[in-house]
């Protein structure tokens, strides 16, 4: 005696097998899909819409974008600040500062 599952089995084989049109529907029901590439996101932001984003003050945005190591870009004449890049920067001056407090 058969189980359940199996028999299951042993009919969707033979449908499969008798059946292209089953078959056409059920590769439809189980394909995956592979997952898309993630594409790297590029935000540039102007220095006063990110110290916005940030919730700093104007002055103190200028100030650390002056800093050669802040991650900015230069289109034309106006310097962008590359969020992402800006994020880690500040995740990486919090560490060495909590480092330093708690030394």
Known sequence: MSTLGESLVEIVVS??????????????ALAVEPAPEPKPEFI??????WAKHVQIGRSKAFELA???TFPTVMSGRARRVDVRAA???MRERFAQANARRSA
């Open 87 to 89: 994020e880690q920067w």
């Open 15 to 28: 449908e499969l097998e008798q059946n292209p049109a089953f078959r056409e529907r059920l590769k439809k």
């Open 44 to 49: 540039y932001l102007p220095i006063v819409a």
């Open 66 to 68: 002056k800093d050669p």
